[in-house]
């Protein structure tokens, strides 16, 4: 059977509607893609970058999916909440999730405004309970779904000047394997994805020493977080429940 139709769409995710936070731009956007091409039809919030937001969506359109493109704060509940309920009401059903959105405000413990700290805290961690606070009680009626939060090695290892950050991502590991537990027996799966350096807008300074640093000595790209998505997203990675999985060049081996 050949899984591919004429615009390279797979058939994997056919039938499948996702919504993915932060999708405008790096690691987000890439997911969105991936998740078109496998068939899902798409929702996606983002900050304020819309210009990016419309051209993804025209991109994505043009793989044959429906996709909805949200300009929400991933902090604001009740604009979360109405985001999808319109997702809802528009596709039917919600069977993934990607709580991607995410900032860093990095700096030393000892001079770290608070404001860093809760911007981060609140971005990274209380944006993923909102998404998935609103999605939850129909998931858990439909009886099927996935959950994905996208960590960082930070949050597994630590890493210095990203107190908070760290504190967020590692918070996101915690709540994924209780929330894995939690929802195991309606047939939702939640997963996480720990990433290293990737090239995005969030690394953009990277320096060239951090670089020889890693194994691989080059950074990740988006699509090779963005294929294990899909992966954990498809019938292959159905055994997969409260996992963490790495991706990281061989940095933190
Ligand atoms: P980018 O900075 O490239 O993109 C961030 C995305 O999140 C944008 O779409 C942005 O929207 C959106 N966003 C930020 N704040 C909010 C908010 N309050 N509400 C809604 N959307 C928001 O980041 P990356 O692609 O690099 O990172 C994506 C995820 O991966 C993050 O969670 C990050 O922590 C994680 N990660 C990244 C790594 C890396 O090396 N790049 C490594 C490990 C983890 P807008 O375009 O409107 O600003």
Redesign the pocket.
Known sequence: MDLFDAKGVTGMLTGKVAIV??????????IVLELARNGADIV???????D??ESLCVEARSLGKKCMAY??????YEKVKTMVDETYAEYGRVDIVV??????RDGALATMPLENWS?VI???LT?AFNLSRAVIIPMMKQRAGTIIN??????VYGNARQTN?SA??AGLIGFTKSLAKEVASYGIRVNA???????????GD?QEAMIKAIPAKR??K?EE?AALVSFLCSDSGKYMIGDVIEISGGLVI
């Open positions: 936070s932060g999708g405008s731009r790096g690691i987000g956007r890439a996606f919030n983002y900050l304020s970058n819309r990016k937001a300009e929400v704060d991933i902090t604001e709580n991607n959105a995410g900032i860093t911007q609140n971005t990274n944006g996208i960590s960082s090695i930070s949050g950050y967020a991502k994805i720990a990433p290293g350096f990737i090239e995005t807008d969030m690394t990277l950074t990740g988006a977080v």
